[in-house]
């Protein structure tokens, strides 16, 4: 029962193509990367800026949060 080999594999791919087509499987995957595109995207925007500088021109290298005491 070990691994599948490349001629499982091969089969695998035919039956995939025969039921799915070459065409929806290309829109599957253009669809599958837009959206890890747009997740990297979005990602890449809500990182928060490690080092700003404020009015005085001097480096801030964290944000600094209120606390409340209890």
């Known amino acids: 029962m ?3 080999s ?3 594999w091969l089969i695998v791919l035919v039956v995939v193509l025969l039921i799915f087509g070459t065409k ?3 829109n599957i995957g253009s669809d599958l990367g837009g959206a890890v595109k747009g997740f ?3 990602m890449k925007e809500d990182a928060p ?3 700003e500088k404020d ?3 001097r480096t ?3 944000e600094v949060k ?3 005491q209890s």
């Open 2 to 4: 070990g691994s599948f």
């Open 6 to 8: 490349i001629w499982h």
């Open 24 to 26: 929806k499987l290309r």
């Open 40 to 42: 990297k995207d979005g």
């Open 49 to 51: 800026k490690i080092a």
């Open 55 to 57: 009015e005085q021109g």
């Open 60 to 62: 801030i290298d964290a």
């Open 66 to 68: 209120d606390k409340q």
